[in-house]
């Protein structure tokens, strides 16, 4: 397996994707652009960790181990480093900065992969002069509970590197799913017409917030509603996601809701921010 790996972006995702990684064994540099921000991520990972040590589904020598295998960095490089995840914002010329400088800096045969929900690989890749090397590895939050990774093959992604993504995926004790270069590939394409409807169910006054989603959770047997995954996941993140997904289909199908627009607008981001579509403390 894999000796080492870098995760660029230490936040929600990036955290979680840390977590994983080093609870397998293997070596995880974190990144981010302040150490401050890496910090808040390990603290998050340790509660984590102590967490699962009180409910016994881990020990606490497993629990050191793992924090001992988190190396926070602002820099991009590391010794031993086999596979590159990013996870920073859903913006192309922020990721594509990110691998510019990333093929610079890495030997070929470093897979760089990115936890884009929607963005196209294709695009990402071009700005490299390994395209062959760039692959998604789209995980699911709560990074640690959900048993998803959504592989994603870019035009020019080699086999070799998406038979690697999904040992890996595997190795991790995930469930890899390979997927072909689409806007939202076959997961957040979906998932956002849902969360989008159900915003403007809400917004046309259908039901109540907790009445969409007492509905959506008892009629289909969904986990959580709609409206409070699209908490969960970040009010930003689905409207960046409805907003690429219009662009990219120009289909009035993927038309963001005004009112999740509104909400973006005012702040009210979800649980990140305390506030979405439900209060948090
Ligand atoms: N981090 C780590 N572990 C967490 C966690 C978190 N943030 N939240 C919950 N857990 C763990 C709990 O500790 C618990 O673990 P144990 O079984 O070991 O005790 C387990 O998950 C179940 O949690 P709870 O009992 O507290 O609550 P629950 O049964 O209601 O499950 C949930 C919580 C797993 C979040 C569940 O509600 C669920 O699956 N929701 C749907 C989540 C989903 O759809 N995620 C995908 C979002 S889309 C996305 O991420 C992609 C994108 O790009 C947009």
């Not at 840390?18 to 890496?38: C, H, R, T």
């Amino acid at each position: 397996m894999i000796k080492g790996v870098l995760v660029i972006g230490a936040g929600t995702m990036g955290s979680g994707i840390a977590q994983v990684f080093a609870q397998k064994g293997i070596k995880v540099y974190l990144n981010d652009v302040s150490m401050e921000i890496i910090e808040k991520s390990i603290g998050k990972i340790r509660k984590n960790l102590e967490k699962q040590v009180s409910k016994g589904k881990l020990t606490e020598e497993e629990k050191e181990k793992a924090l001992n295998l988190l190396e926070p960095t602002t820099e991009i490089t590391g010794k031993n480093v086999e596979l590159i995840v990013e996870a920073v914002v859903e913006i192309m010329e922020v990721k594509q900065e990110i691998f510019k400088k990333l093929d610079a800096a890495y030997s070929p045969d470093v897979i760089l992969a990115s936890n884009t929900s929607s963005l196209p690989i294709t695009e990402l890749a071009s700005v490299t002069s390994h395209p062959e090397r760039v692959a998604g590895m789209h995980f699911f939050n709560p990074v640690p509970v959900m048993k998803l990774i959504e592989v994603i093959k870019g035009m020019r992604t080699s086999d070799n590197v998406i038979k690697k993504v999904v040992e890996t995926s595997k190795f991790l004790g995930k469930e890899p799913v390979v997927v072909n270069d689409s806007p939202g590939f076959a997961t957040s394409r979906f998932l956002m017409v849902m969360i989008n409807e159900a915003i403007c169910g809400l917004w046309e006054n259908v039901a109540s917030a907790e009445g969409i989603d007492t509905a959506m959770k008892l009629g289909m047997n969904h986990p959580m509603g709609p409206l409070e995954l699209a908490d969960l996941i970040g009010l930003d993140v689905c409207l960046d996601i409805m907003e690429f997904l219009y662009d990219s289909f120009k289909d009035p199908k993927y038309r963001p809701c005004p009112l999740l627009k509104k909400m973006v607008a005012a702040g009210y981001l979800g649980r990140k921010s305390s506030r979405g579509f439900y209060q948090y403390s």
